[in-house]
């Protein structure tokens, strides 16, 4: 089945930029939705970032022009840039994956994820 690892976080201050990994293996679908999603202490999971096999993306409103995301056909990889870093985007960040091209940011359509990476950004 799809596995996902995420590599990357890391404490950064305000201001900053930090690049996230995520790298998925056990794939067999011509077809996948691959999403960035994270968890701030106290708050529900949010998606932030998704992009799909035809190459659509799509970014939750608080990170556009903050955050890109891109893929790598060849080395299964999506990454997540986030640049102009905010305290706010504190929390673990998760990959989430479908075997199917991205519907939504919703947390229920993604069946697959990984384990998670923290970034913290400090003020």
């Known amino acids: 089945y799809l596995q996902l690892v995420e590599s990357g976080g890391a404490s950064v201050q305000a201001g900053g930029s930090l690049t996230l990994s995520c790298a998925f293996s056990?794939?067999?679908?011509?077809?996948?939705?691959i999403g960035w999603f994270r968890q701030a202490p106290g708050n529900e999971r949010e998606g932030v970032a998704a992009?799909?096999?035809?190459?659509?993306?799509s970014f939750l409103d608080s990170v556009k022009g903050r955050f890109t995301i891109s893929k790598d056909n060849a080395k299964n990889t999506v990454t997540l840039q986030m640049h102009s870093l905010i305290p706010e985007d504190t929390a673990m960040y998760y990959c989430?994956?479908?075997?199917?091209?991205?519907?939504?940011?919703?947390?229920?359509?993604?069946?697959?994820w990984g384990q998670g990476t923290q970034v913290t950004v400090s003020s």
């Open positions: 989430a994956a479908d075997v199917s091209i991205c519907i939504s940011l919703e947390e229920a359509d993604f069946p697959f």
């Open positions: 056990g794939y067999t679908h011509s077809s996948y939705c």
């Open positions: 992009i799909d096999s035809d190459g659509s993306t």
